[in-house]
């Protein structure tokens, strides 16, 4: 099953006139007689992120393992594929994170080489698909050459000792000091590294409010010259991030709502409020991240089978997810179902076949979704039925999802009774009836006909 590819969210024009302004003329710095770095094209509703978590592809060689595997992530509609840390880990005062980076500009040997990432990126863009990576700018590993070399470039306490970063608990991670001129360079540095020597198409920034926001002006400016349409996304909830160069934020109360809404702890309409208020204040062209599980929640918190009561309610809440708006996320192990809690911080190779009727299921999900991308331009209509069953109209599209474990009937919003209807999930033409009969958990997408 293959999609339409090569639909990219569109970074404000502003923005590209000024990277492209800085002097570069925007085209891939890697391998000239390689494929071009796939392009932004309208609507810029059709972006579909990927995030690969190298130690659930293989034990070893996992760049590689995630090469193989590009035919299968794409035909989950994704274009976007997020590599998880890649860097060099840390070893002094570790825990296994892989947010704990000792070179910023090194790739981790158990998952390959520069040679091997080259030859992903390469392949990814060959497929129209774009690579971005992971980056940790708040703090280094312990053992970071920076620690010996640069310890001005670090946070101290009163003692003169260098920190961790305050009240969060990280322990094994020294805090950075962006006060310092010199740092702001390093970083910024080692940051557009990846764009000059493997084509990388963006970057997921991790903890972005802990890090100032005239530095990241700064910094996504820099990535801006060497990629005006670099995929910029933020950890964050600041919207001033916004206005640094981001184009998107997480949407973290959603999800949060989200997985209580299946818990039964909160209502329909909270979830409605959650999305509304995470779109307030946001210029055209900017973006919420969309999921139902992250590595976070599935390492912290939950696999998305027990979070939403079994395979059905993780299906369900993941097309509310990614159906009512924003850019949807799916986290390498969802497609498959997978049921335990997953550390990112060790191994746990999947077996991307165990489960083939609910990957397909997934893939069919986002054939919709991307064969639906000119009809979901506009906000959707949130339909208060209740505290369970979510229904909205975006555009040509009716969805509805039970969220709770029994069968339920609610009433069909009375301007949508009597569609005439296309089900995106049986490609069968139906009308919409007056009430609608859902078993537990039980969703449909429906396509509204002129």
């Known amino acids: 099953m293959k999609f339409s590819k090569t639909l990219f969210i569109s970074i404000l024009a502003a923005l590209a006139l000024s990277a492209v302004s800085c002097g570069d003329d925007g085209k891939g710095p890697v391998d000239p007689t390689g494929p071009d770095t796939p392009g932004v094209s309208e609507p810029g509703n059709t972006m579909v992120i990927y995030e690969a978590n190298p130690k659930v592809f293989a034990s070893s060689k996992s760049l590689k393992a995630i090469e193989e595997r590009l035919d299968e992530i794409q035909d989950l509609g994704v274009n976007v594929i997020w590599l998880m840390p890649i860097q060099q880990q840390g070893s002094k005062n570790a825990v296994g994170s892989p947010y704990c980076i000792r070179d910023f500009k090194a790739v981790n040997s158990s998952y390959g080489t520069m040679d091997d990432l080259k030859s992903l990126v390469k392949k990814a ?23 010996s070399e640069h310890p001005d470039w670090y946070t101290k306490d009163a003692n003169g000792n260098i920190m961790s970063p305050a009240g969060m608990g990280w322990n094994d991670v020294a805090d950075l000091n962006f006060n310092n001129k010199e740092l702001r360079a390093a970083m910024t540095e080692a940051m557009t590294y990846w ?71 909160t209502t329909v309409a909270k979830l409605y409020e959650a999305h509304e208020n995470e779109y307030k204040g946001l210029a055209e062209g900017k973006d919420r991240l969309r999921f139902s599980t992250n590595h976070d929640k599935a390492m912290n918190e939950s696999s998305p089978i027990s979070m939403y009561k079994g395979e059905r309610g993780a299906m369900a809440a993941f097309v509310i997810s990614a159906y009512m708006g924003g850019i949807p996320l799916i986290y390498s192990s969802q497609e498959i179902g997978y049921a335990k809690t997953l550390s990112f911080f060790t191994t746990t190779v999947m077996d991307w076949d165990s489960n083939p009727s609910y990957t397909e299921e997934y893939q069919k999900v986002m054939a919709a979704y991307q064969e639906s991308a000119d009809l979901r331009g506009e906000e959707p209509v949130l339909y208060n039925t209740g505290d369970l069953v979510s229904i909205y109209y975006k555009g040509g599209l009716l969805v509805t999802a039970n969220t709770s474990g029994s069968a339920v009937q609610v009433k069909t919003p009375m301007e949508r009774a009597g569609d005439k209807a296309v089900n995106m999930m049986t490609g069968k033409s139906e009308t919409i009836p007056a009430a609608l009969n859902l078993e537990a958990y039980e969703y449909k997408i429906w396509k509204i006909e002129k």
């Open 125 to 147: 863009h060959s497929m129209d698909m774009k690579v971005i990576l992971d980056w940790i700018a708040n703090h280094t590993s312990w053992d970071n050459v920076w620690i």
């Open 195 to 265: 764009i000059r020597e493997a084509d990388i198409d963006g970057f997921r920034c991790d903890y972005a409010d802990g890090v100032p926001m005239d530095y990241w002006s700064e910094a996504l400016d820099a990535v801006l010259a060497l990629k005006p349409d670099a995929v910029l996304l933020a950890e964050g909830s600041e919207l001033k991030l916004l206005d640094c160069g981001f184009q998107m934020l997480y949407g973290w109360d959603f999800q949060s709502k989200l997985a209580s809404l299946f818990s039964g702890r």
